[in-house]
């Protein structure tokens, strides 16, 4: 199953009139009930949420991927502060 992407282009502009182009790229899928994501930033922080908006996992990224095990099937978001990403586990 090819991974759900969402790329996320904004332009911020500094009180110093500076602008700053920030460009992510948060990929998931998920396999036999594990999340893998890629596209994190080492040393942020990123969270998974189920519908009801509940988080299921929190953490700092480690590295540009994680895989973490999804509690139960259902639509889980995805999001590292930065982009949001909604994935479906049927397990």
């Known amino acids: 199953m090819p991974p759900n992407e969402v790329t996320v282009k ?3 502009t500094q009180s110093t009139g500076v602008e700053t182009q920030y460009i992510a790229s948060l990929q998931a899928y998920t396999r036999d009930g ?6 994190l930033t080492p ?12 988080i299921v ?4 990224a480690v590295d540009e ?7 139960s099937c259902g639509v889980y ?9 909604k994935i479906i586990n049927t397990r």
């Open 34 to 39: 594990v999340l893998h994501v890629t596209g």
């Open 43 to 54: 040393g942020e922080s990123w969270r998974v949420y189920n519908m009801p908006g509940m």
């Open 65 to 71: 991927s994680a895989k973490i095990p999804l509690p």
């Open 77 to 85: 978001i995805v999001t590292d502060g930065k982009a949001v990403l």
């Open 57 to 60: 996992y929190q953490g700092i």
């Open 10 to 12: 904004a332009t911020f």
